[in-house]
């Protein structure tokens, strides 16, 4: 299953180049909510603020299909409490904030027409750890305490998982709404919770060589605004 992944990611990344008579690029930014799923996730889990921005590469490989690459700054945040002795009232608190160098290869279906144009995406997205801070605390009746022998797992230096999303594109500004969800668990280590990250994001881009299509027979008015939406959603 790895190296399937690993192909189909290598497939998708390589035809940006391939094709590259064809690439449009841009910068995009935004925000994103971390959530955590698997059979370990803290059932007090609070759903941080985090945000990701960076550079990306379009690439036409059909009239409606398109490949994209991007490579972002992307960190992910979340906090949650835990409580594992009833008799000393014993609360763990544990806040992480990770940040990663991400990659995720998309295919990308789109129509429209003359300026606005909705999308769908999906792909892979894989991930390098940058740096992680956990912050982590322990309190007895009340009365905080060390809590660094308890929470001591390590983070994995690589993430990875699947991608999808929808967007809308006016002339060279898009709206981007995104799912990731890892198919790695966070930590190392057989006796390390398993948990795996699932976020949301939301993303503003902007594309630096967009071009606008000459349109010939352009209707204008009402008729024009009729055909305009019938061009987008047929």
């Known amino acids: 299953m790895k190296k399937l992944y690993y192909l189909t990611f290598l497939i998708l990344f390589s035809s940006q180049f391939i094709l590259s008579q064809n690439v449009r690029y841009g910068i995009k930014g935004g925000i994103n909510y971390c959530d955590l799923n698997g059979p370990d996730k803290p059932p007090t889990l609070d759903q941080d603020i985090g945000f990701s921005g960076g550079l990306y590469l379009d690439t036409r490989v059909a009239e409606f299909l398109s490949t994209e690459v991007e490579l972002n700054f992307t960190r992910h945040k979340f906090h949650f409490t835990e409580n594992f002795d009833i008799v000393d009232n014993r609360v763990l608190f544990v806040e992480e904030r990770n940040d990663y160098l991400t990659v995720p290869v998309m295919l990308r279906y789109k ?124």
Not at 132 to 142: E, G, P, V
Not at 184 to 190: A, H, P
Request: proline fraction near 1%; charged fraction near 20%; glycine fraction near 10%.
């Open 111 to 234: 129509r429209g027409y003359e300026f606005a144009f909705i999308y769908i995406n999906a792909g892979l997205q894989g991930g390098v750890l940058l740096n992680n801070d956990r912050t982590t605390s322990i309190t007895i009746n009340d009365i905080e305490i060390n809590s660094d022998y308890y929470y001591t797992h390590t983070n994995h230096r690589i993430d990875y998982g699947l991608v999808a999303g929808v967007g809308i594109q006016f002339s060279a500004v898009n709206l981007d709404l995104r799912y990731y969800m890892s198919t790695r668990n966070l930590y190392t280590g057989n006796d390390s919770k398993e948990i795996r990250y699932e976020t949301i994001s939301i993303d503003i881009g902007y594309q630096f060589n967009y071009r606008p299509a000459t349109v010939y027979g352009r209707k204008t008015g009402w008729k024009g605004l009729k055909y305009k939406i019938k061009k987008l959603f047929k």
